[in-house]
Nanobody, 122 residues
Framework: QVQLVESGGGAVQAGGSLRLSCVAN????????MGWFRQAPGKGRELVAG????????HYAEFVKGRFTIFRDNAKNSVYLQMNSLNPEDTAVYYC?????????????WGWGQGTQVTVSS
């Protein structure tokens, strides 16, 4: 059973930066594409960014292109999301999960972790 643990969220002002981390416990993620998702209050969960198994291919939602960077460290069984130039619309709970393809956010491969809250004030 895979347990996903997200961390690194917090409260920042617009224009600020955060780096989110996700570690997978219970299985290795080296053979799996990974994605970061987010869910804002009253909205559905959406794919923010995805990365291939090796890390050589990435995908970003239009609304984060140029601001967010996804990367992974397979030796640490972890995936990260560097978020720059944050704006209030980025306020949400952020989750990681395995994905079928870096661009395919229809569902996560495993159960969802607790997520990490990101709050951006104007």
């Amino acid at each position: 059973q895979v347990q996903l643990v997200e961390s690194g969220g917090g409260a920042v002002q617009a224009g600020g930066s955060l780096r989110l981390s996700c570690v997978a416990n219970g299985r290795t993620i080296t053979s799996v594409s990974m994605g970061w998702f987010r869910q804002a209050p009253g909205k559905g969960r959406e794919l923010v960014a995805g990365i291939s198994r090796s890390g050589d291919s990435t995908h970003y939602a239009e609304f984060v292109k140029g601001r967010f960077t996804i990367f992974r460290d397979n030796a640490k069984n972890s995936v990260y999301l560097q978020m720059n130039s944050l704006n209030p619309e980025d306020t949400a709970v952020y989750y990681c999960n395995g994905v079928v393809e870096p661009y395919n956010g229809r569902f996560g491969l495993w159960g969802w972790g607790q997520g990490t809250q990101v709050t951006v004030s104007s």
